[in-house]
């Protein structure tokens, strides 16, 4: 399954709202009814951490200025008010079938 | 805490062998699959490998099959991988990564906790 993100990089005002777009070469739904999409972000200098899981369900810890959201083929990673904190490389997964594909990353920095 | 600390990186000669090694703890670990994901430089994300909780089902991206071979030691909460016949493109940070999911079940939900990872690097 092939995951195409949008924009490749966002350049966003400290306070001002980001969205980050995901789209799946097939539909993600499961026959279990569950959508395996995810979203993580990865600062810079360090591994990935699990943002959302499930399309909108945010990770233990995760603030909730991030919410994720779509169905079908098309995901929505929102930043309501960004953050300084919130730079790095933000990535979308596919986790219905082996092999676990991501998306290429969209790279998000302060202006 | 959930931690994963991964070893065995380096610089290797194409061709040759490495192994790496991935120390866990924080939570029980023969309960959880277990995973291989790189990122070569300034590159993006790439699944490589997965194992079953009990190590009965392992997964393997095209890309490495036949060269690479993942296992673990639940009595030391370690998982592994074997890596042979290494190619220049196999140069990348490999992460030790759990699986969401708790089930002695063969099935990945997805990634939650990543080590920091190991460098490798294949280059004569």
């Known amino acids: 399954i092939v995951m195409t993100q949008t924009p490749l990089s966002l350049s966003v005002t400290p306070g001002q709202p980001a969205s980050i777009s995901c789209k799946a070469s097939q539909i993600l739904l499961h026959s279990d009814g569950k959508t395996y999409l995810y979203w993580y972000l990865q600062k810079p200098g360090q591994s990935p951490q699990l943002l959302i899981h499930?399309?909108?369900n945010r990770f233990s810890g995760v603030p909730d200025r991030f919410s994720g959201s779509g169905s079908g083929t098309d995901f929505t990673l929102k930043i309501s008010r960004v953050e300084a904190e919130d730079v790095g490389v933000y990535y979308c997964?596919?986790?219905?079938?082996?092999?676990?594909?991501f998306g290429g990353g969209t790279k998000v920095e302060i202006k | 805490e959930v931690q994963l600390v991964e070893s065995g990186g380096g610089l290797v000669q194409p061709g040759g062998s490495l192994r790496l090694s991935c120390s866990a703890s924080?939570?029980?670990?023969?309960?959880?699959?277990m995973h291989w994901v790189r990122q070569a430089p300034g590159k993006g994300l790439e699944h490589v490998s997965s194992?079953?909780?009990?190590?009965?089902?392992?997964f393997y991206a095209d890309s490495v099959k036949g060269r690479f071979t993942i296992s673990r030691d639940n009595s030391k909460s370690t998982l592994y991988l074997q890596m042979t016949s290494l190619r220049a493109g196999d140069t990348a940070v490999y992460y030790c990564?759990?699986?969401?999911?708790?089930?002695?079940?063969?099935?990945?939900?997805?990634?939650?906790?990543w080590g920091q990872g190991t460098l490798v690097i294949g280059s004569s």
């Open positions: 499930e399309v909108s």
């Open positions: 997964m596919q986790s219905l079938q082996t092999p676990l594909t």
């Open positions: 194992i079953r909780s009990n190590g009965g089902n392992t």
């Open positions: 990564v759990k699986d969401q999911a708790y089930t002695s079940d063969w099935y990945i939900l997805g990634f939650d906790y």
């Open positions: 924080g939570f029980s670990f023969n309960n959880y699959a």
